[in-house]
């Protein structure tokens, strides 16, 4: 563990959509992941039983008061990125969707994995890498 690591930290980033199920059942297929919570304003999704990520419908506020402005682009500066370790079997998956694909799959020298860049029905910039 790193010097200022808290342990037990587990990230479960939340982004807002215009349509939960939809956007729920693209991520489901994507990621070969599973509803935790589903419904119209709120879904957790699932990998092996651990939560992923979170979508929240954009025009709810619940108790915490919206998490975007419907104003301004959803997604400006941010990239989802995710590791997958099946990756050609995700690639297959998106190449089967009309999902936007923005860089095709490729190396990354810095990293030295491959990598494929699409966008999400939200217009969220979503990164599937291999281990």
């Not at 939340?14 to 729920?24: F, H, K, L, R």
């Not at 879904?43 to 402005?69: F, K, S």
């Not at 419907?70 to 050609?88: Q, S, Y």
Request: glycine share 10%; charged share 20%; proline share 7%.
């Amino acid at each position: 563990m790193t010097k200022n690591a808290l342990p037990g930290v587990r990230p479960q980033p939340m982004v807002a959509v215009a349509d939960v199920e939809q956007a729920g059942r693209w991520y489901q297929d994507l990621l070969g992941a599973t509803s935790g919570h589903g419904g119209p304003e709120y879904e957790q999704l699932l990998v092996d039983g651990t939560m992923i990520m979170q979508l929240h419908r954009l025009e709810i506020g619940h108790h915490h008061g919206a998490i975007a402005d419907p104003d301004r682009p959803l997604g400006n500066g941010v990239a989802l990125w995710f590791e997958i370790p099946a990756f050609d079997a995700a690639v297959e998956r998106i190449r089967r969707t009309d999902a936007q694909i923005v860089t095709d799959v490729h190396l990354n020298p810095n990293a030295g994995h491959r990598e494929i860049w699409l966008r999400d029905l939200d217009g969220y910039l979503v990164v599937i890498a291999e281990p």
